[in-house]
């Protein structure tokens, strides 16, 4: 075989198409036929990484197993492959700037003017090629953020049309995500926007192999075979993206049109059998056919835009399938929540989820849930933030310290029941400089955890500054509010758990970026069990 092959998916006409869930789709049907693949982001902007970014701005920031601050679509890719990915899946034009200036000043460009061709657009294809690189993968996909046309994307687009060239047509191809508007009131589907966005990606010399059109509407033979003609691409490289009620049905839809034969055929790899998606096939049908239904409130302060919240809202999705139960979100802004009106706002639900984040907008009203969820024997599950606001509600209403709080919001309060890590004290930079990534945790048996996890040690992902303070350690165990997984190496508080109660946990690290289709993270199973209870 040759050596790796390289599949690049852009789009055209308007962003938000669903580029990363084609591409995890496609890596999903490649994987099942016994190809090792791997997905990789490029991302146009000028921020080294997503992590300095307000969750308004760009959704979710994912954290990789190796500390790396990402786009939310990387946890798509890990959650539809089940394999993890790492720093070098995901790269932006800061990133590659930075290397490019720092070899400047290193004087590694021997006098040469450094210009966007060829120094910015090598790093790009070195960046690209070092995810192929060490002999891993089969197959890499490469979706390039943005949309064709934007002035910030021309020099990704632009290393693609060289590697094509370098490389040669059977080694890398390009899919072309497009939309087809429906016009209702003259009941037609358009095709015209799609061929002007593959008329400007050939301006840019590439060709496009492949055309996936997005559309609400099923399409007929008839415009595909138009699409194709117009286009120049094969006819039956020319497939529909129709919307569908979960994107975890995107790979089946595209199994059902050859999407991947039509991909190995023009990388020139073997075509074998149909890969039959069983597992796959299986937890679509028990996310469909749902046994049980819960409703669980997530608080958090964004909200507003549910992509703040992605991988949540999915580990619900994991976890309520193997649980056969159907989970309705219900998401409730933490600065709404008054202690007037915490008990109308979250009565009625099974269970409460506190979320994380930054600073003191809306702490209060999740200390308020944490609160209701103690005193009504409510399923609770707070992670990293959320588990810091049940400790200083803990705090000030079991152990009366009263004011107790996180030096986060209050560096004056008399009693810093979270505070900021030794390690943090001198770190001033705010970009990557985190605790980020996998640490050890080691369980007690006794406890919730290990219920979940049947196992007393395990890796976590994690993206905080602040932690539990060790000072109040045996307070907090006497009262009821007991630290059962600690890291051994640093030992940092982990989880905390209320004895007393149905189902009480906070989790210092995330769950939610390791869930996966195939392997539902298990503290999340276990507390939709608690919700359905
Ligand atoms: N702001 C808190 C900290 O830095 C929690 C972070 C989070 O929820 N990811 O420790």
């Known amino acids: 075989m040759a050596d790796v092959k390289y599949v690049f998916v852009t789009g055209g006409v308007t ?83 930075q290397s490019v200036i720092n070899k400047e000043r290193k004087g590694d460009y021997l006098g040469k003017t450094v210009q966007v061709i060829p120094h910015i657009t090598d790093e790009i294809k070195r960046r690209i090629k070092l995810v192929g690189s060490g002999n891993k993968f089969d197959i890499v996909i490469t979706e390039i953020g943005g949309t064709v046309g934007d002035i910030e994307s021309l020099p990704y687009i632009e290393s693609v049309r060289q590697l094509k060239w370098e490389l040669g047509t059977h080694n890398v191809i390009v899919i072309h995500l497009t939309l087809v508007p429906y016009l209702s009131s003259t009941g037609e589907s358009k095709t015209k926007p799609t061929q002007h966005s593959v008329k400007e990606l050939l301006e840019t010399g590439i060709q496009p192999d492949v055309l996936v059109l997005r559309t609400e509407k099923n399409l007929s033979d008839e415009l595909k075979r138009k699409v194709a003609l117009f ?53 679509l049908s028990k996310l469909k056919n749902p046994k049980h239904s819960v409703t669980v409130g997530l608080v958090g302060k964004y909200v507003e835009l549910p992509d703040a ?12 399938a193997s649980n056969e139960c159907e989970v309705n979100v219900r998401y409730i802004h933490s600065e709404d929540i008054t202690e007037e009106n915490v008990n109308s706002i979250l009565g009625g639900l099974n269970g409460v989820l506190v979320a994380p984040g930054f600073g003191s907008r809306g702490i209060e009203g999740k200390i308020l849930t944490a609160k209701y969820a103690r005193e009504n024997n409510v399923p609770f599950l707070g992670i990293c933030l959320g588990m810091q606001c049940a400790v200083i509600e803990f705090a000030r209403n079991v152990l009366k310290l009263e004011g107790a709080h996180s030096t986060e919001i209050n560096h004056k309060t008399k009693y810093p029941v979270i505070d900021l890590m030794e390690e943090q004290k001198s770190v001033i930079d705010k970009g990557g400089t985190m605790r980020l990534g996998g640490y050890k945790c080691i369980i007690d048996e006794n406890s919730l955890a290990y219920k979940a996890y049947g ?14 303070n060790d000072k109040y350690f045996n307070e907090f165990r006497n009262h009821g509010m007991v630290p059962v997984g600690i890291n051994p190496d640093s030992n940092l508080v982990e989880i905390i758990e209320i004895t007393d109660h149905i189902w009480f ?29």
């Not at 196992?455 to 539990?468: A, G, K, L, M, Q």
């Open 309 to 320: 919240y992605k991988s949540i809202a999915e580990s619900f999705i994991h976890s309520g």
């Open 15 to 97: 962003s938000s198409l669903g580029k990363g869930i084609i591409s995890a789709s496609l890596a999903k049907l490649l994987q099942s036929r016994g190809y090792s693949v791997t997905i990789q982001k490029l991302d146009p902007y000028i921020n080294v990484d997503p992590g300095t970014l307000n969750p308004y701005e760009h959704g979710e920031c994912y954290v990789t197993l190796d500390g790396a601050e990402t786009d939310l679509d990387l946890g798509h890719y890990e959650r539809f492959l089940n394999v993890p990915t790492s720093q070098a899946n995901n790269v932006t034009t800061g990133r590659i700037y």
């Open 455 to 468: 196992v007393t040690e395990i890796i976590e992902r994690h993206r905080h500054r602040y932690e539990f």
């Open 505 to 533: 946990v906070g989790v210092q690290f995330h769950p939610e970026y390791s869930s996966t289709v195939i392997k539902p993270h298990p503290l999340f199973v276990s507390f939709i069990k608690a919700c359905i209870k």
């Open 231 to 283: 286009c120049n691409v094969e006819e039956n490289a020319v497939v529909q993206s129709v919307d569908v009620s979960t994107i975890y049905e995107v790979p089946i839809k595209m199994l059902e049109q050859g999407l991947d034969k039509t991909v190995l055929r023009k990388l020139a790899l073997p075509v074998d059998a149909e890969p039959p998606m069983i597992e796959w096939r299986r937890f």
